[in-house]
């Protein structure tokens, strides 16, 4: 299921508030974007626990 607008913005927002170092140790891979994200917005990984590397790999090109 894709996410809409404001899912993605939650995303981008909770990695905004991290510092350079944790953001990219979160997004260095899948795994680790995976546990970060089942922490911290729970609702959203379940949604898109099937389409998690398509998601990751869009995000990592947002920053």
């Known amino acids: 299921m894709a996410l809409s607008d404001y899912e993605k913005q939650q995303v981008i927002e909770e990695l905004d508030i991290l510092e350079e170092t944790a953001r990219r140790v979160i997004l260095a891979s899948l795994d680790a ?5 089942a922490k911290v917005l729970y ?21």
């Open 33 to 37: 974007f995976a546990t970060w994200l």
């Open 43 to 63: 609702a959203i990984y379940l949604k898109i626990q099937d389409g998690l590397r398509r998601f990751w790999s869009w995000l990592c090109s947002q920053f």
